[in-house]
């Protein structure tokens, strides 16, 4: 009697954790996507390399784009918000 009881409980138990799982995913998800904002940076060189910068920021927007779930903040409005921090980012 005492080993039913307590497979019962444990599936319970799991039951239990399985939905309040469920529960906050489902949550997560009506948030609405996450966004991101690829940092721009410099590229120290002796050549002009404007264009290898701009690649890798499309690279990177491109493949951490997911359509519905995640969201990349465009680069006009990153600019603008680091233009409001002073010093370096890691400083902030």
Same mark, same amino acid.
């Given at each position: 009697?005492?080993?039913?009881?307590?497979?019962?409980?444990?599936?319970?138990?799991?039951?239990?954790?399985?939905?309040?799982?469920?529960?906050?995913?489902? /949550? @997560?998800?009506?948030?609405?996507?996450? +966004? %991101?904002? *690829? $940092?721009?940076?410099?590229?120290?060189?002796?050549?002009?390399?404007?264009?290898?910068?701009?690649?890798?920021?499309?690279?990177? /927007? @491109?493949?951490?784009?997911?359509?519905? +779930? %995640?969201? *990349? $903040?465009?680069?006009?409005?990153?600019?603008?918000?680091?233009?409001?921090?002073?010093?370096?980012?890691?400083?902030?």
């Amino acid at each position: 009697m005492k080993i039913l009881f307590y497979d019962k409980s444990k599936l319970c138990f799991i039951m239990l954790i399985f939905f309040i799982t469920a529960i906050g995913a489902s /949550a @997560f998800d009506a948030a609405g996507p996450i +966004r %991101v904002a *690829v $940092i721009p940076f410099k590229i120290n060189a002796e050549k002009d390399l404007t264009f290898l910068k701009d690649g890798i920021f499309d690279m990177f /927007a @491109f493949h951490l784009s997911r359509e519905g +779930r %995640v969201e *990349v $903040i465009n680069r006009e409005d990153t600019e603008k918000m680091l233009e409001s921090f002073s010093g370096t980012l890691n400083e902030v």
